[in-house]
């Protein structure tokens, strides 16, 4: 008897509009599952891509040549294959331009001459150009010697 008077207390006290409100599990419509964005590939053709899009947030590392065929850049695009991670490590985005026809918004700003490998700093400025492909361990060298590296090395990024 007194399971059925303590039975019918809580089907009156769970039926009654002052009991408080109780959200079962299954009567929450499930969470959308967020999809994490695949990061952007380290070599991306520079298209219509301008310098000041990467400005505060990337060093970006041009690869101009005249034609995709290039001996030099074909050598410079293996070279950056072999260790992404030390370029992604100091958030270098890699940007290639083979077609000096197209006149690309940065072919513009830089304006090479053939083969050409131009680093450009976080802050916009032209910090390295060189006319020959250059290893990854060379270019991080380079790299490390800027203030801006430098201070993000000692901020303890």
């Given at each position: 008897?007194?399971?059925?008077?303590?039975t019918a207390?809580?089907a009156?006290?769970?039926?009654?509009?002052l009991?408080?409100?109780?959200?079962?599990?299954?009567?929450?419509?499930?969470?959308p599952?967020?999809?994490?964005e695949?990061?952007?590939p380290l070599?991306?053709e520079?298209?219509?891509?301008?310098?000041s899009?990467?400005?505060?947030?990337?060093?970006?590392l041009?690869?101009?040549?005249?034609?995709?065929l290039?001996?030099s850049f074909?050598d410079?695009?293996?070279?950056?294959e072999n260790?992404p991670?030390?370029?992604?490590?100091?958030?270098?985005?890699?940007?290639?331009?083979?077609?000096?026809?197209?006149r690309?918004?940065?072919?513009t700003?830089?304006?090479?001459?053939?083969?050409?490998?131009?680093i450009?700093d976080k802050?916009g400025?032209?910090?390295?150009r060189?006319?020959?492909p250059?290893?990854?361990?060379e270019i991080?060298?380079a790299?490390?010697?800027?203030?801006?590296?430098q201070?993000?090395l000692?901020?303890g990024r």
């Amino acid at each position: 008897m007194k399971h059925l008077y303590v039975t019918a207390l809580i089907a009156l006290f769970l039926t009654s509009p002052l009991a408080p409100t109780v959200a079962f599990a299954q009567d929450t419509p499930p969470e959308p599952e967020t999809v994490a964005e695949a990061p952007a590939p380290l070599i991306q053709e520079a298209g219509d891509t301008e310098l000041s899009d990467f400005k505060w947030a990337a060093r970006v590392l041009v690869v101009f040549a005249d034609s995709p065929l290039d001996p030099s850049f074909s050598d410079q695009i293996a070279l950056l294959e072999n260790r992404p991670d030390a370029l992604l490590e100091r958030d270098v985005v890699v940007l290639t331009d083979t077609d000096p026809d197209a006149r690309s918004p940065i072919r513009t700003a830089l304006r090479p001459r053939g083969f050409a490998l131009v680093i450009v700093d976080k802050d916009g400025r032209v910090m390295l150009r060189k006319p020959a492909p250059w290893n990854v361990r060379e270019i991080t060298r380079a790299i490390d010697k800027t203030p801006l590296r430098q201070q993000e090395l000692e901020s303890g990024r």
